[in-house]
């Protein structure tokens, strides 16, 4: 999950069997020499599971010395020879989406609290899709680069091209996935990778017929969309959630409204902080639910008890855990991981490449008239008890686009329980989900994994058996 978003100011590893000789994954597809190696024989402390897996990396500039690390879980709940393609993005930007979104969030395992065994999720979104994660620019997570400036040089434009080099190339290791229908996902400062990158994949496949990256169209969640109306949804979001004072609410909006969402001016950052104080020792990212009280991580990294609407087992110190059960030298091992063997711990995120972001354009708003109007499937979703990127600021955005309502704001319906709203635009369909704060596939699994569901299929979210509305 990753944060540092248009909050930037909130700066601031015993196996009980394995992916593939217990697994039989429904596949014919014959694998070749690169992507075998690259085959998860085991995890650590890893339940019994029925898709392959594999991770590894690779090489986005050769010359540089520069290899992306990825982990793909096959599908398992459906053929995978002919389910989609999904990659998933998480942001910062500097965060791992192998840290988050495969152990945190819509992966197949949680790491339990010992950092050492893991158990399954039962809403993982490879039930449906074959989900690829991928960790970008080089230095997030265990990607890598030889070459120090690219350390100091990472920037949107950048990590766009890295990351479809990634896709060509990984392509050419697992062929099987040429033509088959692809999508992007991700999260938080994804909100400009993912739109970013489906420009780059979009803009390549023009005028081809048949492209090997099949794409079809891209999801985003808590998504950094727009500096201006980012910020102007973010703090109308604290001041009519009882977070900040008046006097601070009108300081905010005076000084800060025309500023950058990264990096922002010294006089922004000023009043931020007496935003943060005034807001207490809150978890930024889920505003009901609680801290982690057994760690003491940076409050920009507080991505993580029991609230009514939180699923059973909910624990606010997952981030805690996965770090232990990343840094285990036989984890790193069975994933392929820490080839090179940096001399410092794996993290979460990794503060060079977001203290030194270059290049952050203020709006996304153009790209996304853009792949609208080439008729690509877009879903923008929110948890609508997050502060950091909130519901506010995203319908702020999505207004600013003055799309044409196709059908109007409704609830939507999970075991006859309101799950969240929706409304269908043409060309683009906005769902919220009640209670989910930043990361939605941790604090609302079950829904996450639905609405992820209805995306592939491009249906609008469920409305009630008996409802007798008419759009």
């Avoid at 609407?309 to 855990?321: A, F, M, Q, S």
């Avoid at 984890?331 to 995120?349: D, E, F, R, S």
């Avoid at 044409?404 to 683009?428: A, I, S």
């Avoid at 996450?448 to 592939?456: A, M, R, S, V, Y």
Wanted: net charge negative.
């Amino acid at each position: 999950m990753a944060a540092a978003t248009v909050l930037a100011a909130i700066l601031a590893m015993s196996c009980c069997c394995c992916a593939a000789s217990a697994t039989t994954a429904a596949t014919t597809t014959t694998v070749t020499a690169a992507a075998e190696s690259d085959r998860i024989d085991r995890l650590p402390g890893q339940p019994p599971v029925n898709f392959s897996m594999y991770s590894g990396y690779v090489t986005v500039d050769a010359a540089a010395g520069r290899a992306l690390f990825y982990w793909l879980m096959e599908a398992s709940g459906v053929p995978a020879d002919s389910a989609p393609l999904v990659l998933w993005l998480n942001g910062g930007p500097g965060c791992s989406s192998v840290g988050y979104g495969a152990m945190e969030e819509l992966g197949a395992f949680r790491v339990n609290p010992d950092g050492a065994t893991l158990s399954l999720n039962p809403y993982a979104w490879n039930k449906v899709a074959n989900v690829l994660f991928l960790d970008s620019p080089a230095g997030v997570g265990y990607s890598y680069t030889n070459t120090t400036n690219d350390l100091y040089a990472a920037g949107d434009n950048k990590t766009a091209h890295d990351s479809y080099a990634f896709l060509i190339n990984w392509l050419d290791r697992f062929p099987q996935y040429k033509y088959r229908d692809f999508y992007i996902a991700g999260e938080s400062y994804a909100g400009h990778y993912v739109p970013q990158l489906s420009r780059v994949v979009y803009r390549n496949n023009k005028g081809t017929e048949n492209p090997t990256l099949n794409f079809k169209g891209f999801m985003v969640g808590n998504a950094v969309t727009d500096d201006y109306h980012d910020y102007m949804g973010t703090f109308e979001y604290w001041w009519t959630h009882g977070l900040i004072s008046d006097e601070t609410y009108a300081k905010l909006w005076s000084t800060c409204k025309y500023d950058v969402a990264e990096h922002p001016s010294e006089e922004c950052q000023k009043i931020y902080e007496v935003a943060y104080d005034e807001q207490g020792n809150i978890d930024f990212y889920s505003l009901y639910t609680p801290t982690c009280k057994k760690s003491s991580l940076d409050k920009r990294r507080l991505i993580r008890g029991r609230m009514p609407w939180l699923p059973r087992g909910y624990d606010p110190c997952t981030e805690k855990y996965s770090t232990k059960y990343y840094n285990l030298p036989e984890v790193q091992k069975a994933l392929h991981a820490n080839v090179t063997g940096i001399p410092y711990p794996w993290v979460t995120c990794s503060d060079p490449v977001y203290d030194y972001w270059k290049d952050s354009p203020r709006s996304m708003l153009p790209i996304y008239r853009e792949l609208i109007a080439a008729g690509l499937r877009i879903w923008v979703f929110s948890g609508d008890a997050d502060s950091v990127v909130p519901l506010t600021a995203t319908r702020y955005s999505i207004d600013a686009l003055f799309l044409q309502t196709v059908t109007n704001w409704y609830p939507w319906y999970d075991d006859e329980e309101v799950g969240g709203w929706c409304q269908v635009y043409k060309g683009l369909t906005l769902v919220t989900i009640r209670g989910a704060g930043h990361e939605v596939p941790l604090h609302r699994p079950r829904q996450g994994l639905k609405l992820f569901e209805h995306f592939l299929r491009d249906e609008p979210m469920p409305k009630p058996v008996d409802s007798i509305q008419s759009f």
